[in-house]
């Protein structure tokens, strides 16, 4: 079984900075993409930034130069450095994964950590 496991939410004033960790763990062969997922109240999961193996990356306009994605392939760990946050940033943060389970199949598997509150309050 898979397991994605974020750490590093929590409260931050407006301006503040928060980095976010997710932890990937089990049976894997490889991961493709990686990516920060946020649902904030009453709205739809939205795509923050994904970045491939090979280090690729795309944001969501509304972070794009307050957000950084990166990974450690070695460790199949997943980072998000977000800096001069806002109140509309607050979501729930979720990390996600595709990848392949063995190298004797190329068929692609996804999923989902359990989430991380970031909250953006003065």
């Known amino acids: 079984q898979v397991q994605l496991v974020e750490s590093g939410g929590g409260l931050v004033q407006p301006g503040g900075s928060l980095r976010l960790s997710c932890a990937v763990s089990?049976?894997?062969?490889?991961?493709?993409?990686m990516g920060w997922y946020r649902q904030a109240p009453g709205k739809e999961r939205e795509l923050v930034a994904a970045?491939?193996?090979?280090?690729?990356?795309n944001y969501a306009d509304s972070v794009k130069g307050r957000f950084t994605i990166s990974r450690d392939n070695a460790k199949n760990a997943l980072y998000l450095q977000m800096n001069s946050l806002k109140p509309e940033d607050t979501a729930v943060y979720y990390c996600?994964?595709?990848?392949?389970?063995?190298?004797?199949?190329?068929?692609?598997?996804?999923?989902w950590g359990q989430g991380t509150q970031v909250t953006v309050s003065s």
């Open positions: 089990g049976s894997i062969f490889s991961i493709n993409i």
């Open positions: 970045i491939t193996s090979g280090g690729s990356s």
């Open positions: 996600n994964a595709v990848y392949r389970r063995s190298f004797y199949s190329s068929n692609l598997s996804t999923d």
